[in-house]
C-alpha cells in the first residue's frame, strides 16, 4: 500500500464539516458515517461501479443500509423521481436518526441531499463524489435540489452534508467528457479566487479532459480538488445564504445556467459554463474591465467543449429572465474586473448581451 | 368602527416574527407584506371568501398578485399538488425576491410554506391563518411539508414566515366541525402549558364547537388564539429544531397521527389528537402518573369528536412504527405528570399501547 496524498478542508458553516481528499476513501467509508440506519442512494451506473462494494463496506461497519437506485442523467433530477426516491425510505421506515448517503456525481448530490435535506424535515447526509465536477463544485455549498421543466434548480433547500469523502480514484472511471466538467469548475473556481489554480488547471487537467493525455497523478487530483475546495469553502463560509460574495461562484452560470435548459439539458453543466465564462469576458471587455477575452477563451477551446448550439439570443432571454439571479426583472451577471477580482453586475441591458453574443458566436462556432 | 382587542405575540426563532391577532386584519394586509410580488396560495373555497377581496387589497397597495389554488382539503398536501403549485411560481417568473402569502387553513399553510421553503431554495412568506386550528397550531413552529401515501407530514421542511396574521373575524364562516379541530388544539395547548387556558377553552369554546352555543365573541377568540400562540411560542423558541422541549407540542399526537393516516385522513386532526391526549392519560396512569383519565375524558366527550374509527390496535401499529417521533423503533408518547407537566417517554411498550387502547375503546364507544 502507498502512502498517498490526502487532505482535509474544513468548511466553517454552521454546523461545519469536513472535505477529505484521499484515493480510497470508499474502502474506509463506515468510520465517517455515525448513523446506524443508513440510505445509499446513487444511479443504477454508479451503483454497479462502486454501489455494491461500499454495501459490503457500510454492512461490514455494522451499518443497515437500504440502497435506493434512479435511472443515470440529469433528466432524473426532478421532481417525480424525488417522489419515488424519499417514498421507498418511508416505506423502508426510516425515522430521523437514519442517514442519506449521496454516491455519484452532481444530479445524485444535488437530489439525494434534497432528499436528505426534506425527509422528515431534514436528516443527515453524507455526500460521496465520485466525479470531479461534484467533488470540486456541488460537495460545497449546500446547495441541494432539483429541477422544474421551467429551468435548473428551481427548486431545492439549503441543507449541510455531516461529512464529503472525494475518493479521488473514482476519477479513473469517469468519462473525459465528464472530467472536462470537472476541469472546467476548476478552472472557474481559480478565476474567481485562486488564479494560479487557473492556470494548474489549464495545464493539468485540460490534456485528460480532452482525451489527449493520461489522467493526472492522484496527487495532482488531490491538489486540484483540495484547493478548488479551499476558495469555495472560503467563499460559502463568509455567505452561507448567498446572499453576497457567494454569488461570485455563479461566474459563468447566468448564461450557462439558461443555455443549459434551453437544450434541455444536452449541453452539460461545465460545457455551459465555459461558454458563459466567454460572454462574461465579452460584457466586461465592453464595460472597459481588463480584456480577458483572448487568453479564457483559449483555455475554453482547448478544453473542446461540445459545440455552441445554435440558439439566437432570444431563445435564451425568456430562461435568462427567470434566472434565480434575477433581480428587479434583470439578470445578474458575475463579470472579472480582473483575474481573481470578480464582481457583481446587475444592470446589463439587452442590447449588452446582444453584442456580446455575437462576438461568442463569432469566436466559438 | 369599534376599537376591538388586537395582541401581538413576538416569536423569538430565528429570524423573529410577530403573530397579530385582530379582527379586520385581513383589510390591512398590505401594510405588513413588503415583497412586491406575490403568490396568493388558497384553496377555492377560501378563494372565493377572502381571496378576491384580499387580491383587491394587496394590488390596492401597489402590488403584482399571482393567484395560485387549489382543491380544499388535506387529500391536496400531496407531492403532485406541490409540485403543480411551485410549477405556477415558476411559470409566472417570480424571483427570490417575491413572497408567498399562504391565505387559509393548516392544509394550505403547511403546503404554501412547503412551497416557499424550496422555491429557488426559500422565499418570503406570510401566513394569514383562516382556521382556528391554522391559527394556534401551524403558524407558529416553522413546520411546513406533505404529506406521504405512507403517512402525514413525511416531507417538508423547517421554514419560519415573515408575519403571521390572524384576522378572527374569518372564524365567522368556520364550520362548526372545523372550530372544534382549532378548540381540541387551544385544550392541548393549555395542558402542556396553561392549564387555565384548558379550562377557558373547555368553556368558552367547547359550545359553539359543537353548534350548542353562539360563536364567542371576537375579545374571546382574541383571547384564546393569544395565550395559545403564547405558550407555542415561548416552547418553539426554546426549541426551534425540535430536539428538546418541543416535543410537548406533540401531546396526543402519536397516536393521533396514526389514527389520522389508518383511517386515511377521514378522521380530523383536532378529533384524532383528542382521543390520543384519552390515550396518553391511559397510558400516565398506567405508570402512576396522575389520573387525568376521567378529566381529559369528559372535555374530548363534551367536544364530540367524530367517532373512535373501528380499529384494532394491529391497524395502527405500522403507522406507530414509522412515525417521526420514532426513536430506536419505539414510538415516542408525551404523557402528563400532571396538568401543565408534560414528560416524554420512550419506552412504551405494546402491551401497555394494547392496554390504553382497550381502555380507548371502551370508554368511547
Same mark, same amino acid.
Given at each position: 500500500m502507498t502512502l498517498a496524498a490526502a487532505r482535509t478542508l474544513r468548511v466553517?458553516? #454552521?454546523p461545519a464539516y469536513d472535505v477529505d481528499v484521499s484515493p480510497g476513501l470508499l474502502d474506509d467509508a463506515g468510520r465517517f458515517i455515525s448513523e446506524k440506519n443508513v440510505a445509499l442512494i446513487a444511479d443504477s451506473t454508479v451503483r454497479h461501479l462502486y454501489g455494491h462494494e461500499l454495501t459490503d463496506v457500510l454492512v461490514g461497519a455494522g451499518k443497515t443500509v437500504k440502497v435506493v437506485t434512479f435511472t443515470p442523467?440529469?433528466? #432524473?433530477?426532478?421532481l417525480p423521481t424525488y417522489g419515488r426516491v424519499i417514498g421507498d425510505l418511508a416505506s423502508a421506515g426510516l425515522g430521523r436518526d437514519a442517514a442519506v448517503v449521496a454516491l455519484g456525481g452532481g444530479v445524485t448530490g444535488d437530489l439525494a441531499g434534497f432528499v436528505a435535506a426534506t425527509y422528515l424535515r431534514g436528516i443527515a447526509y453524507y455526500q460521496l463524489p465520485t466525479s470531479l465536477l461534484a467533488m470540486v463544485d456541488? #460537495?460545497?455549498?449546500g446547495k441541494t435540489g432539483v429541477d422544474l421543466p421551467e429551468g435548473k434548480n428551481l427548486v431545492g433547500a439549503f441543507w449541510q452534508p455531516r461529512a464529503v469523502l472525494a /475518493?479521488?480514484?473514482?476519477?479513473?472511471?469517469?468519462?473525459a467528457r465528464e472530467l472536462r466538467q470537472g476541469a472546467a469548475e476548476v478552472f472557474k473556481t481559480g478565476l474567481i479566487g485562486d488564479p494560479a489554480l487557473a492556470d494548474f488547471a489549464a495545464s493539468q487537467i485540460v490534456p485528460a479532459a480532452t482525451g489527449r493525455?493520461?489522467?493526472? #497523478?492522484e496527487d495532482v487530483l488531490v491538489d486540484a480538488v483540495a484547493r478548488s475546495v479551499a476558495v469555495k469553502a472560503a467563499i460559502v463560509a463568509a455567505d452561507e445564504r448567498e $446572499?453576497?460574495?457567494?454569488?461570485? $461562484?455563479?461566474l459563468g452560470h447566468t448564461l450557462g445556467h439558461a443555455m443549459e435548459a434551453a437544450s434541455r439539458f444536452a449541453l452539460p453543466h461545465g460545457d455551459a459554463v465555459l461558454y458563459g465564462i466567454v460572454f462574461a469576458a465579452l460584457l466586461g471587455r465592453r464595460r472597459g474591465?481588463? /480584456? $480577458?477575452v483572448q487568453s479564457l477563451a483559449q483555455v475554453v477551446k482547448g478544453l473542446s467543449?461540445?459545440?455552441?448550439?445554435?440558439?439566437? $439570443?432570444d431563445d435564451l432571454l425568456p430562461y435568462l429572465a427567470r434566472d434565480?439571479?434575477?433581480v428587479g426583472g434583470r439578470p445578474r451577471f458575475v463579470l472579472l474586473a480582473d483575474m481573481g477580482e470578480p464582481v457583481v453586475v446587475d444592470d446589463v441591458t439587452e442590447a449588452e448581451m446582444r453584442g456580446a453574443w455575437s462576438e461568442l458566436e463569432e469566436m466559438m462556432r
Open positions: 466553517a458553516v #454552521s442523467g440529469e433528466g #432524473s433530477k426532478n456541488s #460537495s460545497v455549498g /475518493d479521488v480514484k473514482t476519477l479513473e472511471s469517469l468519462p493525455g493520461p489522467l493526472p #497523478s $446572499l453576497g460574495v457567494r454569488a461570485h $461562484l455563479n474591465y481588463a /480584456d $480577458l467543449p461540445d459545440p455552441l448550439p445554435a440558439f439566437e $439570443l434565480k439571479k434575477v
